[in-house]
């Protein structure tokens, strides 16, 4: 009897470690990216969508802008709802806790208007490299 409530312990400790690691383990979804930024600071570009399957955090770093530019980052959910604008300089990440699960569009814009041309009051604009992470 003994042997047979042991082996019944066990199977019911294995199940329990299966879920509880399978609540921890979230996976995320990342998508890599360009994006052509106005130097005006008003202009919003429309970058990449991403899937947010499951309440949590949501991720955009910067990795590498021409002349290392900052970005002031953003994503909109498929029913119009902002997680409200970050900025980043290249190498860093902004992140939103708490998200809930959506499509998101990531938006971006210069985060102090400058002239970024090399022709006088030109605007001009910058490639900005990027990567979105999303739980998914």
């Excluded at 082996?7 to 299966?18: L, N, P, S």
């Excluded at 979230?26 to 990449?48: P, R, Y």
């Excluded at 806790?97 to 009051?121: E, H, I, M, N, Q």
């Amino acid at each position: 009897m003994r042997s047979s409530s042991m082996k019944f312990g066990a199977v019911v400790a294995g199940a329990a470690v299966v879920m509880a690691g399978s609540a921890l383990g979230a996976s995320a979804a990342s998508k890599s990216k360009s994006l052509e930024v106005e130097c005006n600071g008003t202009s919003v570009a429309t970058g990449t969508t991403i899937v947010q399957g499951s309440t949590g955090t949501f991720k955009i770093r910067q990795d590498s802008a021409d002349d290392n530019r900052r970005t002031d980052w953003n994503a909109v959910s498929s029913n119009g709802n902002s997680l409200g604008y970050k900025m980043t300089g290249t190498g860093d990440t902004v992140s939103w806790s708490g998200v809930r699960p959506s499509t998101y569009t990531v938006k971006a814009k210069k985060y102090v208007p400058s002239d970024c041309s090399v022709l006088p009051f030109n605007g001009g604009s910058y490639t900005v490299n990027y990567t979105v992470t999303s739980r998914s």
